[in-house]
Every structure is written in structure tokens, then in C-alpha cells.
């Protein structure tokens, strides 16, 4: 198969689809692999280091979709890239499509086959999406305290505090991937942390972990907010796998947040838990709604793509690598987790969360599998 890379246009998004050590393995498996030349360069990844691994080098986005059958990208293709796409091509990325209708029906229009890597799914995991996850959760305690600061115009609250002064009161909103990092570096910089979601058992374990340093509250509207009121951090973490964030609070709630307070919604990619959320870029991260400073970046582990790009390929390559070994029929019918994976094929959908955002038919079934196996389990992450 030939399997084809290119450099990534969205805004400040310097991760790359694969490393060295990815060319390496398919190539030693007789797949050509075609990469956009400086593809790699915002991941420290020069384009020596691919061609030593067997990789061919292109000159333009364009050459590479011409000639290759499988596209592996990071982000969902922008502007030109979706010109690009032809209808016999295979597409593995983040997809996020239950947030952007036209991107869906653009993609449809294509035809294309396409695998979204935030859907796989194995054993009620996330494989493809708890990298980044890792790294979002962390960057939003990270990015958050910076946007505290007065001169950026928060309530200049340190974080930690100092002996003698309150530290920050934190506020976490689901206790996944993303919450459970937030929370780590939350409670590593000594700021008072109250962290909420739907599953009890799940903050029992948290309870058990944590103890006193961390309160835990099963996230219902009273309790959310209490929470707010005393928050000067906000951190969204709410995930439905393949489907629309819920909207968990309104603009009437956000009022009750203090005035330069700050709100980072890593869930914006999936359309937000806040109803004042909307896409930022790195270019321009933060806006005001009712006081709050939001931080709405979509692709956060964009910004550290040294670290991010190398978790994300170790985790997608054992994938890649089915997709092009089997092809997509073999790999469906031998991977449950690609199943649920399976977004988008011949003009219709196969993810109940992206046919459920936009109120369209969901397929259930492909010669030899029954989908509606695999997307059952639609709870909040």
C-alpha cells in the first residue's frame, strides 16, 4: 500500500503523522511510504531522518494525495486538502466530525473511507485519543495559570499560593483522560482542586488516590454551581466518545464565576461543555464571555509537538500498520476496536455520535459485521 503524509496546515499545528521508527516498520513490510517534504521539521523530525528510514520525499501536499492510497494526517484535511481527496483513498486522523456538520457532509460527498483515531475503541479505552488526552490535561492546568495572571487579564491568583496565602481554587469537569492529568498537575502545584463527573466508582477511586487533597462531587447543575462560585480555574474534560460534548453549563452559570477567573475547555474539539465555547486557534487562544477568560484551543497538544507527535505515532502505528497489512475490510472484520474507529464509507455514516449530532441515518452493518455491536457503549469519559 502507499501511504502518504503530509505537513499539517492548521493553524500553529506542528505534529506529524508518523516518526522515523513507523517508516521504518512498513517499509520493512513492503509499503511505500510518501511524505511531504519538512513535514517533520515542527516535531524536531528532519527530512533526512525519513529518508534513511525508507521514505520517499514529495514537494507539495498535493503530489502526495495524487499518488497515495492510504492518508495518514493528524488533524482533519482543511481547504485544499479536501480537493485533494478521491474516493478510492483511505483516511486515518482525528476527525472530531460530530462537532462540524459540513466538514461531515464534505467528507460524505467524497466518499472516502474515513477512520477517526478519537472513536477507536478497545475495551471501553480510547487508544488513539489518551496520548493527546495525557498532554491536554496536563497543558490546561499549564495554560490556565498563565492566563491567571493579571497582565493577560486574570485575577492574578498564583496557582500554588505562598505559606500565609490561598492557592487556587481548581475546578475540573470529568474525571477521563483529561481530568485525571489536569488533576495530577493541579495537586503537584498545590492548588485546592475540586474535580466532578457522573460516575461514582469513578471518584471513589479518585477519593482513594488523592484523599484529602482533592474534593470529589458527582457533577449534577446544583453542584456545579457551588463549584463555580469559588472557582478561579474552570477545566472542561467532558468527553461522549464520537459524539457532541454536552453543554453542562449555560451562560447563566458562567456568571457566577468570579470576574478574571479563566476557562480552559479541552472539549471544544468535540464542541464544548460551556455554552459561550467556541474554536480558538494558538495564534489566538482566549477571548472574554461574562468576565471569564476563555482558552479554547482545538489542538492543544499541537503546541508541544516534540512530545505529542511521538506519543500520538506510538499509538496509532500497530493500526496503520493493520489498515495496511489487511486493508480496511479484513482490518473491520479482525479489530473490534476498528470498528468503532469506522466513521465514514461510500457516502454514509458508521458512527452513531456523528449521525446522532446532526439527526441522520447511522449504518449498522458491513458484509460478515454488525456495527450496532460496537457502538453501544456511548457513556461520558
Known amino acids: 500500500m502507499i501511504i502518504g503524509v503530509t505537513r499539517e496546515i492548521m493553524t500553529q499545528e506542528r505534529r506529524v503523522a508518523i516518526i522515523p521508527a513507523g517508516v521504518a516498520e512498513l517499509s520493512a513490510k513492503g509499503h511505500k511510504v510518501l511524505i511531504e517534504k519538512g513535514a517533520g521539521e515542527g516535531s524536531l523530525i528532519s527530512d533526512q531522518e525519513y529518508r534513511s528510514a525508507g521514505a520517499e520525499l514529495l514537494g507539495s501536499s498535493r503530489e502526495v494525495f495524487e499518488r497515495a492510497d492510504f492518508i495518514l494526517k493528524v488533524k482533519e484535511p482543511l481547504g485544499k486538502e479536501l480537493d485533494y481527496l478521491r474516493e478510492d483513498q483511505l483516511l486515518f486522523t482525528y476527525l472530531h466530525l460530530a462537532a462540524d456538520e459540513e466538514l461531515t457532509r464534505n467528507l460524505l460527498d467524497k466518499k472516502i473511507t474515513a477512520f477517526g483515531y478519537e472513536t477507536v475503541q478497545f475495551n471501553g479505552r480510547l487508544p488513539l485519543l489518551t496520548p493527546m488526552s495525557e498532554v491536554a490535561g496536563r497543558m490546561a492546568v499549564i495554560c490556565g495559570a498563565h492566563y491567571l495572571q493579571s497582565p493577560y487579564g486574570g485575577r492574578g491568583v498564583m496557582v500554588s499560593g505562598v505559606p500565609g496565602v490561598r492557592s487556587a481554587e481548581i475546578v475540573i469537569i470529568g474525571a477521563g483522560v483529561v481530568g485525571m492529568n489536569a488533576l495530577k498537575i493541579a495537586v503537584g502545584l498545590g492548588a485546592s482542586v475540586t474535580i466532578l463527573d457522573i460516575d461514582s466508582d469513578r471518584l471513589r477511586y479518585l477519593d482513594d488516590l488523592f484523599g484529602s487533597k482533592v474534593k470529589t462531587l458527582i457533577s449534577n447543575p446544583y453542584n456545579l454551581a457551588g463549584a463555580l ?111 468503532k474507529g469506522l466513521n465514514l464509507m461510500g457516502g454514509k455514516i458508521y458512527c452513531t455520535g456523528v449521525a446522532e449530532a446532526f439527526n441522520m441515518e447511522c449504518e449498522t452493518s458491513l458484509p460478515g459485521i454488525v456495527l450496532a455491536e460496537y457502538n453501544s457503549n456511548r457513556n461520558i469519559i
Open 229 to 339: 462560585e469559588r472557582a478561579d480555574l474552570l477545566i472542561g474534560a467532558v468527553l461522549i466518545p464520537g459524539g457532541r460534548t454536552p453543554v453542562l453549563i449555560n451562560r447563566e452559570m458562567l456568571k457566577l464565576m468570579p470576574d478574571g477567573s479563566v476557562l480552559v475547555d479541552v472539549s471544544v474539539d468535540q464542541g464544548g461543555c460551556v455554552e459561550t465555547s467556541r474554536e480558538t486557534t494558538h495564534d489566538d487562544p482566549v477571548f472574554l464571555e461574562e468576565g471569564v477568560i476563555h482558552y479554547c484551543v482545538s489542538n492543544m497538544p499541537g503546541a508541544v509537538p516534540a512530545t505529542s507527535t511521538f506519543a500520538l505515532c506510538n499509538a496509532t502505528l500497530p493500526y496503520v500498520v493493520r489498515l495496511a497489512e489487511l486493508g480496511v475490510f479484513k482490518s473491520l472484520e479482525s479489530d473490534p476496536a476498528l470498528v
